[in-house]
Each structure stands twice: as structure tokens, then as C-alpha cells.
């Protein structure tokens, strides 16, 4: 198993542009999760997915930010436009509903300048 | 009260040493407390966890305790080795419903550095 897969590991880009991040869930897991990790605020829940369908993303922190699960293997974070307050790692994690503990990717550094 | 507050910040410990991590809680309603270990450049990666029926749980040199009726847990790295130096994060969760997915809620995570 090749784990949760994001894409790209780093991104840089300026004030205004739009960001896409990309998570590929471990194969079976029903549940994919999106989380920002700071050194301000931690690691935060931006939004999670059951069976494709968004459940709850209260905390996505402004419109700009926008999830997508088109199938069981593919999620986007799109941030439009992207500012410098957004810069921060950004993991994907996926889970199911018998096994408690989730697998994270790698993550994503961004930096908006 | 969906908070997890954790304790130290940051960590400094000979090898060989104990090394202990302190987590509080408020919602009666967690059931699921995990830790992850998170290295430089790495997601955070789970490492133990334990159920609030028992107070203790063991997993080679890492150990969680917990106390219900304080609401805190704790985690304990014994005879810590320089490779143990990473983040570590405490987190809690509940079902919000059956077989839903357990939304964690990280503690603020404790910097450990073993010294060689």
C-alpha cells in the first residue's frame, strides 16, 4: 500500500493565484480528511468526506477555499485567490469507520507570496 | 469544550531518559485517545492509543496513563533515544454518530528533543 498520496509537496505562488492540492486516499477508506497545520494555530480540520460526499466543512475558513471528491480516489483543496496568510503545510488523511486511527500523507508546503 | 490542551510546549531529555507528555481534556463525550508521532517533512503518523475503560496501555517504550476522573492522559517514552525526537501530538475523539468517521481534535503538540 502506497498510503495517502499528495501532490505537489511544495507550491509556491503568488498573491491572487489559485492553488490546487491533490490527495489520493488509501484504496478502501471510506473517509478522507483535509487539515492545515500551523505553528499558530496547529493542526486544524478544514473539511472531511464520507463516501465522496462532504459532511462537514465548517471549518473551511473562508469562501476562497473549496473541496472536491469526484470518486473513492481523488480530492482537491482549491484555495481562489491564494493570499500570504494561507502559507502552511496542508495534509490530506484518510480513514474508515471500523478502525479508529487515520493515515495522513505527507503533506503539502505552501507558500503564497 | 471540544478542546485538548497539552503540555510542554517543547521538550529537552537525555537518551536514556523518560520522557512524559501531558494532555487535558473536557468532553465527557471522547472515547478515543490517540497519539501521533510527526517527523520533520512527514505527516503525523499514529503511534498508541487507548480507550478510557482501561487506565494504562503499553506498546513497547511508549506507554499511555489515564486518569477519567481527572479527564488528562499522559505519554510516557522510556529509556528515549535520539531517534525519538519529533512532534508528538495528543488528540481526542467521539463518534458522532454509528459508524461514522471520529473526528480528532489535536492537542497543540510538545517538540521532543533527545539529546545523544
Known amino acids: 500500500d502506497a498510503g495517502v498520496i499528495q501532490s505537489p509537496r511544495h507550491e509556491v505562488t503568488e498573491m491572487g493565484q489559485e492553488v490546487t492540492l491533490r490527495c489520493k486516499p488509501i484504496?478502501?477508506?471510506?473517509?478522507l480528511f483535509w487539515y492545515r497545520q500551523t505553528m499558530m494555530r496547529g493542526l486544524e480540520l478544514l473539511i472531511y468526506f464520507n463516501n465522496n460526499v462532504p459532511i462537514d466543512d465548517s471549518g473551511m475558513p473562508e469562501d476562497r477555499f473549496s473541496a472536491k471528491m469526484p470518486n473513492a480516489s481523488f480530492s482537491t483543496l482549491k484555495i481562489q485567490p491564494s493570499e500570504p496568510r494561507d502559507s502552511a503545510v496542508y495534509f490530506c488523511?484518510?480513514?474508515?469507520?471500523?478502525?479508529?486511527?487515520?493515515?495522513f500523507g505527507s503533506g503539502t508546503r505552501l507558500t503564497v507570496v | 469544550q471540544q478542546q485538548v490542551k497539552q503540555s510542554p510546549q517543547s521538550l529537552i531529555v537525555q537518551k536514556g531518559g523518560i520522557s512524559i507528555i501531558n494532555c487535558a481534556y473536557e468532553n465527557t463525550a471522547f472515547d478515543y485517545f490517540p497519539w501521533y508521532q510527526q517527523f520533520p517533512g512527514k505527516g503525523p503518523a499514529l503511534l498508541i492509543a487507548?480507550?478510557?475503560?482501561?487506565s494504562e496501555k503499553k506498546e513497547g517504550r511508549f506507554t499511555i496513563s489515564f486518569n477519567k476522573s481527572a479527564k488528562q492522559f499522559s505519554l510516557h517514552i522510556m529509556d528515549s533515544q535520539p531517534g525519538d525526537s519529533a512532534t508528538y501530538f495528543c488528540a481526542a475523539s467521539r463518534a458522532v454518530s454509528s459508524g461514522s468517521a471520529r473526528q480528532l481534535t489535536f492537542g497543540s503538540g510538545t517538540q521532543l528533543t533527545v539529546l545523544p
Open positions: 484504496s478502501g477508506h471510506d473517509y
Open positions: 488523511a484518510s480513514g474508515d469507520s471500523v478502525r479508529y486511527g487515520y493515515t
Open positions: 487507548i480507550r478510557p475503560d482501561v
